[in-house]
T-cell receptor, first 114, second 113 residues
Framework: AQSVTQLDSQVPVFEEAPVELRCNYS??????LFWYVQYPNQGLQLLLK??????LVKGINGFEAEFNKSQTSFHLRKPSVHISDTAEYFC????????????FGTGTRLQVTL | DTGVSQDPRHKITKRGQNVTFRCDPI?????LYWYRQTLGQGPEFLTY????????KSRLLSDRFSAERPKGSFSTLEIQRTEQGDSAMYLC???????????FGSGTQLSVL
């Protein structure tokens, strides 16, 4: 069985500061990895995904994440955050055979302030 | 692309009542998923359809839950004899092809009193 751990439930950060949201997964097989963002009163949106190939993946809104197989991690980073990045961020994992059947972490609330 | 739409946005019901939610996926998407999200948790997989066939159901989906997707278009999720533990946000998502990107609706928030 797969599982995802998001170590921080909340991350406060000042605008224009860098941020890293941590995600660790466990799986006995190869995996696909995803980050989704949920803005208030909106559906989840895909930020980025790792399927194979380069371990550094770039997504929308200036976010990037690095797949580290040895540490079973997929941390999300942004060099300079904006107020509009305030949202809930979910890391998710799936089996490549059933790509859309996701196992989500509990989420990290990113709160950006001036 | 009009997005995935869910109806209603909010539903308040009394324990023991039946409720039904509707999801309209993006028109060309052949796969449709239902997830459930409780406060402080990430979404949990409930079930999914490929066209009109229901291919998998989670163990979370008790016998009181039933989902349909007639003609491979919209889908309904019915909960019979609701319990307070059913209170949650019910999310619908759709995709196509290899399904590496899910498109989510805004969800239906169910409150069971």
């Amino acid at each position: 069985a797969q599982s995802v751990t998001q170590l921080d439930s909340q991350v406060p950060v000042f605008e224009e500061a860098p941020v890293e949201l941590r995600c660790n997964y466990s799986s006995s097989v190869s995996v696909y990895l995803f980050w989704y963002v949920q803005y208030p009163n909106q559906g989840l949106q895909l930020l980025l995904k790792y399927l194979s190939g380069s371990t550094l993946v770039k997504g929308i809104n200036g976010f990037e994440a690095e797949f580290n197989k040895s540490q079973t991690s997929f941390h999300l980073r942004k060099p300079s955050v904006h107020i509009s990045d305030t949202a809930e961020y979910f890391c998710a994992v799936s089996d490549p055979g059933t790509a859309s059947k996701l196992t989500f972490g509990t989420g990290t609330r990113l709160q950006v302030t001036l | 692309d009009t997005g995935v739409s869910q109806d209603p946005r909010h539903k308040i019901t009394k324990r023991g009542q039946n409720v039904t939610f509707r999801c309209d996926p993006i028109s060309e998407h052949n796969r449709l998923y239902w997830y459930r999200q409780t406060l402080g948790q990430g979404p949990e997989f409930l079930t999914y359809f490929q066209n009109e066939a229901q291919l998998e159901k989670s163990r979370l989906l008790s016998d009181r839950f039933s989902a349909e997707r007639p003609k491979g278009s919209f889908s309904t999720l019915e909960i019979q004899r609701t319990e307070q533990g059913d209170s949650a946000m019910y999310l619908c998502a759709s995709t196509y092809g290899r399904g590496e990107k899910l498109f989510f609706g805004s969800g239906t928030q169910l409150s069971v009193l």
